[in-house]
Nanobody, 128 residues
């Protein structure tokens, strides 16, 4: 399976972006999906996750209210709408496939080792 993330770019603080993650080689409609990000010199951290149906979502405290994760199973794609961007959001954003259809808890959603496959990432740079 391959995950192709796109939609990143250079934006000013306060702006918006919509990241996409298209899966190929496997239908991901039976799996939860997630987004992580890694800022320069820092560890990769959890951003958001969505269950296989799209009905259940999880967010890190730092992005809740500004980011929205969604999915279109017909297109085998998961999205991350990012609003009110801040310079602290600058990072490479990675999408990943969770090991099961549903996620049992926020802690499980935020645990990187629960994800089976990872995309190559897309760069988001926010200027102040």
């Amino acid at each position: 399976v391959q995950l192709q993330a796109s939609g990143g770019g250079l934006v000013q603080a306060g702006g918006s972006l919509r990241l996409s993650c298209a899966a190929s080689g496997r239908t991901v409609s039976s799996y939860a999906m997630g987004w992580f990000r890694q800022a320069p010199g820092k560890e990769r951290v959890f951003v958001a996750a969505v269950s296989y149906s799209g009905r259940t979502t999880y967010y890190s405290d730092s992005v809740r209210g500004r980011f929205t994760i969604s999915r279109d199973n017909a297109k085998n794609t998961v999205y991350l709408q990012i609003n009110m961007l801040e310079p602290e959001d600058t990072a490479v954003y990675y999408c990943a496939i969770y090991r099961t259809a549903s996620i049992v808890s926020p802690r499980a959603a935020a645990t990187g080792s629960n994800y089976l496959y990872w995309g190559q990432g897309t760069q988001v740079t926010v200027s102040s």
